[in-house]
């Protein structure tokens, strides 16, 4: 024995290998904004890149990134979403995070202060899930209570008025909301029995209540009770049934509902002949849809290569894109309108794998991620690479006691490890500590 090192730690269960790797590190959530990503790493790390104006990067400064950063130093959060220039985010204890532009409220902070770097919003510890939209943010809490922050002017934020809130407000007394997407200016949710609900915006038909007239209270679409996924787009919506059956509506002068035709429709349309539909996503005007077998099928605007078909031709029909079938997840850009014209066009999934970052589309402000500025019509899968990390502790084994162990535990070596890297896991395959061993004789 060369060596005897301690180590001081909290309370935690210890796992050790031979000649396997500790951990495959992998993407497990990315969101696009405007013109910039964010991604979360099954470590609980939380990685940025892209165009970073208002600081929407978290990283503390406006710098742009080609390529993913880490954010801060945390490996504990869960979720992440993005909005066009803001973005929200929970901790494992629950905690509700945010950074980015502030300008109508959208962060929660009860000021319009634009932060660099996330920051807490409030001191409440049971957050589940967020939702960010152009400039407004939708959260539900564990009791399944609906909450609102933001820019409100179409009532977008469902508190019956048309205020804007820099604090998170509760939308009506029920504790029955399971799922939220925010789009440009309206929000779309579902009840726990199935129902679907939305409010904001309707210029374009995309509350799909067979009317054009903005409601700044949630109102029930039709009288199904099958719900099970929604997306809410620019100025449209997508939508499955427990049927796996997939439908849109709202906008659609650039074919992103899918239907064959650039007509607007006001309400719930089904689209497509498969029965089959598992995940969709929706963005400033274009979607994707992945069928039960993984296969990934999109439509609408493609003038920045976004839909990845190897081409910049609009699909106003649901088309299949490549032919693999090991897709996992794809998220499409969220939109802002500014001038006249609607930005964010990239598009970013993940495969089966994991351990890559799969991106199209626009990439002038480097929202691809791969190092360069250069648009894509079809899905580089390189760039975000994630090694497995390996530890190969045969034939000079390192053996840690107590195994578990809880506050102290004793790493002992029987051969010379000096300066290399010690990695340390718990029992869910998290990384919790990484030293440079050091020797002492």
Not at 111 to 130: L, R
Not at 258 to 264: D, I, L, R, V
Request: proline content about 2%.
């Amino acid at each position: 024995m060369n060596n005897i090192k301690i180590i001081s730690i909290a309370s935690l269960l210890i796992l050790m290998y031979s000649n396997i790797a500790l951990s495959q590190l992998n993407w497990k959530k990315v969101a696009c904004g405007t013109e910039f990503s964010v991604a979360l790493r099954s470590d609980g790390t939380l990685w940025s890149w892209g165009f970073n104006g208002n600081g929407q990067l978290g990283i503390d400064n406006t710098d742009t990134e080609y390529e993913p950063i880490q954010i801060g130093e945390d490996t504990n959060w869960i979720d992440i979403t993005t909005g066009s220039v803001h973005c929200l985010a929970i901790k494992s204890d629950g905690t509700l995070w945010a950074w980015g532009l502030n300008g109508n409220g959208q962060l929660g902070t009860g000021n319009n202060i634009s932060y660099y770097h996330p920051v807490q919003i409030g001191a409440d510890t049971n957050w589940k899930t967020v939702s960010a939209g152009q400039a407004h943010s939708l959260a539900i809490k564990n009791d399944s209570s609906l909450w609102a922050w933001g820019f409100n002017l179409y009532g977008q934020l469902g508190l019956g008025n048309s205020n804007d809130k820099n604090t998170p407000t509760q939308v009506g007394n029920e504790n029955t909301w399971i799922m939220i997407s925010t789009g440009g200016g309206h929000s779309l949710s579902i009840k726990n029995d199935g129902s679907l609900w939305s409010w904001g915006a309707n210029f374009t038909g995309q509350l799909g209540d067979s009317t054009i007239t903005q409601s700044e209270t949630p109102i029930q679409i039709g009288n199904e009770y099958s719900w099970c996924s929604i997306a809410a787009g620019f100025e449209f919506s997508v939508g499955l049934q427990s049927d796996n059956t997939l439908w849109t509506w709202g906008y659609n002068g650039n074919g992103q509902l899918g239907n064959s035709t650039t007509n607007q429709v006001n309400y719930p349309s089904q689209i497509g002949d498969s029965i089959s539909w598992s995940t969709i996503t929706a963005g400033s005007s274009y979607a994707f849809a992945i069928t039960n077998d993984s296969t990934l099928y999109g439509w609408g605007y493609n003038y920045y290569g976004q839909l990845g078909t190897g081409d910049n031709i609009q699909q106003n029909n649901i088309i299949q894109i490549g032919t693999d079938n090991n897709w996992d997840c794809i998220t499409a850009a969220d939109g802002i309108s500014s001038n006249g014209y609607i930005y964010g066009f990239h598009t970013i999934g993940l495969k089966s794998s994991k351990d890559v970052l799969c991106a199209s589309g626009a990439n002038y402000e480097g929202q691809l991620g791969d190092n360069t500025t250069y648009d894509s019509d079809i899905f580089n899968c390189n760039t975000g690479y994630l090694p497995n990390e390996i530890i190969d502790i045969n034939p000079n084994p390192i053996v840690i006691f107590p195994n578990p162990g809880t506050d102290c535990i004793n790493l002992t070596l029987y051969t010379d490890y000096n300066n290399s890297q010690f990695y340390l896991y718990d029992m869910s395959g998290r990384l919790v500590l990484q030293e440079n061993i050091k020797q002492k004789h």
